[in-house]
């Protein structure tokens, strides 16, 4: 009883959390690129979310500059597009470093085997940032990166419907989706302000360093230095980025079995024959002792 009603009250609180974060209807797409509407690409953020990440950053806060530069080594080079801040990295690193061999310790009341397990749990605790920051960054960019074809497509749509790049550009990321959304939206408000086509496709490049992104801002630019029309272009790189994406996927599929091999070996096949195997051979051990 008590585990169906954790699991009533899970099932609410993530239903609780994916309304507030549902995503703008296709009425209110066409009514942003008519400009009647400006849709909000800043999502909400839950309570227990900032307060994890206050948590996180307190040890940054509270320890001496010299020790924070140590522990903090190379978290720099790891936040950028991974969602974390160095500061917060430092604090995971700090938290798993302390935490993971403590609570070893303490569950298995101080043991010999535990405490030879301490030092390699705390090491793998200080590597702990690095891994969520690399996984993060890479959901990031296969994100923006599985938005490619639906955002090319709709740039080749308004440009044979008579948009020029900027019209076209503009109305893509109200429509493309997210995170290049905000990618692009961040692009359009820099040349609104004045800034020239070529630096604020450069800072993009710069921001999300991806091939297909950058393929496809460098063919904008040299379809509009050379004069060459921009619907063959777009028609070129959206067939070019389907074809890319079904090989990408084509692997993907190829490597699955061989990822599937260790659970199914150490997990599966192991709990499979103790339900199958286990009764049988303790009803025979019953009978014979």
Known sequence: MVLILVAAALAVLFLIAGLRRRTSTGVKRLHAISGAEEPDATPARSGLSAAVGAIMDVPARLMPRVLSDRLGAGLDRAAPLSGFTPERLLGVRVFGMVLLPAALLFATRFSRAAVLVA????????????????????????????????????????????????????GAAVCAPEPLAGLLARTVREMDLGATRSESFARLEKSCPLEELSSLLRSLIEAEKRGHPLGPTLGVFSREIRMRERDRLKVAVAKAPVKMLAPLVFLILPAAVMLTVGPTLLASLQKLF
Do not use: E, I
């Open 119 to 170: 030092l390699p749990l705390s090491l793998a605790g200080a590597a702990l940032p690095v891994m969520l920051a690399n996984r993060n960054r890479n959901s990031y960019l296969d994100s923006v990166r599985r938005g490619l074809p639906q955002t090319a497509d709709m740039l080749y749509a308004l440009v044979l419907g008579g948009k020029n790049l900027d019209q076209a550009f503009k």
